[in-house]
């Protein structure tokens, strides 16, 4: 497998996408130049809105006239808004006809579904990939990250569709954290293989012969709590499982957070304390920022998409720009194409769905 | 519907169930009859071990000369160990011959799976439920509760299933809390009546219906998150996906707690801070004490029984008593039976599964 680095690389930037558009894309953007010397962008938008970029080094702007709204339906970004940014955002990372792509990933902060079918439609899936997937990284208490996927691209997702799921995750965390053989764990209710529905069983069956030809390195069944325990580098699950974990773990790291502000200005001591307990109190803030995590990977796609979450600020949306560039500079398509011929090769063939008409995204982020 | 509160309440205890046995059970009933002065228990467990509660006021002491091992297979619970202290627990709000039960609730700590099963086989499902469920509480933002089910006794739930919960999930809220017409949330990964699977989608369908007749108020579509922002007083949800809801918080509570106690234990001046801040944090803690919450109801049977977590403390153990004393003394049983032959009358009729043969619990807790 070869992995060298790229050495140039460009992302393409939906500027308008997500709940604040250029206020947050634009500075996020100006920060992600300063701090990758190498990094070229492409800024889409509208261009009076993107007037203040003008003359930035390494930069180009491309014009777009038209924006996906984060309520749009999936239809009207798909067939309506032909022009949209987030549409000619994702179609820099399409290989011209027998030539290089403009840019090597494109992110968006837009409406995930919109994102997905748009994705899904322009760049068209892998071959042996029926379904891409949506991958995040979640806070570990070995100080790391769980990669998890899917997070709600896909619901009532088959045993052949968890395998490709744990073939593209290995990919993602070989390539952006540089791991050669990260493991993979199948979210259960139960460590023992007898548990689960049938297509879990499956799964596990799946990946347990995956990992006897030495294509994965699979732990076995996970559950719910090893994602934070850190169990596997990487959770496997169908999406609406994943998507009902994500959003149950950040219900509760709301609720803590807002039991914790109510604690400490209840009266005059507490306030005291909180003064006292303030760089404590920040640090802990800091290492489970979720901003730290935005930037989600949109899998099994031919060309690289990632989605940072809509409400995210400049620091976050620059997370996400630096996750995409780690990923293009590291050859994630490459090296997630690799993986799937390798591993799915020996498995049953999959069958083949329709890519003229994706269908809609399962989960609204 | 009679909602006249029981004016002698019998609790029936697995004392020896759990990780710690009596050791944890003795204390904490002890503890029970000092608070609820109206209340009897019937302690059940091996003669040598039960011998210090000989002599307390309220309380019988019923031989078993078995025990359910934390790890026992559900066949050795059920075929082996008839004589086990968790069987004969469950075995005292059984009905005698056109006579009384000798208990109204069973309490037990033993192994989920086991205890699901043999309430299974010795006390039968209600007319009308094919399943029976696991219900408990999670702390919301409104500094209430919110219960949801089923939270690992079943896995592919039908639409039918998901109604039948949120049926029982309504009689078991009114009956604790007070709550005459509680709301229940069907959870999903979006808000929109389109979103989910195919069986969600059903579900929907039928619990709008239910709602329509005045028998649920059914709130609608809900996310992992609104359980913790208290959205609605009851989430329904497949068992798998309940399982992996509650251990991912599970899981995070766990990785922040370890966090915060890191990061004030990581040097003189953080320890300072830790005195000065000690108790803001113990008002945070006691507010999101998972040991409050102890006390799973397992609804669907034709009797009540509640299981505690395995890990219990004596405090943890005593909430459990309290859950299952309240729930006796309002008579859950009979108005889950009231509102279950209310709601169901007017649904098409569900498929009655066998009772001989109870399937082992989906997920081990």
Chains 1, 2 share one sequence.
Request: net charge negative; proline share 4%.
């Amino acid at each position: 497998m070869n992995t060298a680095v790229l050495e140039r690389v460009t992302l393409a930037v939906d500027c308008m996408g997500g709940d604040h558009g250029p206020s947050v894309t634009l500075p996020a953007c100006r920060a992600f130049l300063e701090s990758h010397p190498g990094a070229h962008l492409i800024l889409v938008g509208k261009s009076d809105a993107l007037a203040a970029a003008a003359g930035w080094p390494r930069c180009t702007v491309v014009a777009a006239s038209e924006v996906v709204e984060m309520d749009d339906p999936v239809e009207v970004a798909l067939r309506k808004k032909k022009d949209s940014s987030l549409r000619v955002a994702v179609a820099q990372v399409k290989p011209a006809e027998a030539g290089q792509a403009a840019a090597q990933a494109c992110v968006s902060a837009g409406n995930t579904g919109a994102l997905m079918a748009v994705s899904r439609y322009v760049l068209k899936t892998l071959d042996g990939i029926d379904r891409p997937a949506i991958a995040s990284v979640m806070p570990n208490e070995r100080d790391g990250y769980t990669t998890v996927l899917d997070l709600g691209a896909n619901v009532d997702c088959t045993a052949e569709h968890l395998l490709q799921f744990a073939v593209m995750g290995s990919a993602l965390v070989a390539a952006v954290e540089g791991k050669d053989n990260p493991s993979v764990g199948l979210l259960n209710i139960g460590e023992e293989a007898i548990k689960g529905s049938e297509s879990i069983k499956q799964a596990g069956e799946l990946l347990r012969a995956a990992a006897a030809s030495g294509h994965l390195n699979f732990h076995g069944n996970v559950e719910g709590n090893d994602i934070f325990k850190g169990t596997t580098d990487i959770v496997v699950c169908d999406g609406f499982v994943g998507n009902v974990a994500l959003k149950t773990a950040e219900g509760l790291a709301s609720m803590l957070s807002n039991f914790i502000k109510q604690e400490f200005t209840r009266n005059v001591f507490t306030k005291l304390a909180a003064v006292v307990a303030l760089p404590v109190l920040n640090h802990f803030k800091a290492r489970v920022d979720h901003r730290r995590y935005n930037g989600a990977a949109l899998l099994g796609l031919r060309g690289l998409v990632f989605k940072s979450h809509g409400s995210a600020d400049a620091f976050a949306f620059q997370m996400a720009l630096n996750r995409a560039y780690d990923a293009a500079r590291n050859r994630l398509l490459d090296r997630v194409h690799d993986r799937i011929l390798e591993t799915l090769a020996e498995m049953p063939a999959p069958s083949a769905e329709p890519q003229t008409e994706p269908p809609a995204l399962a989960a609204s982020r």
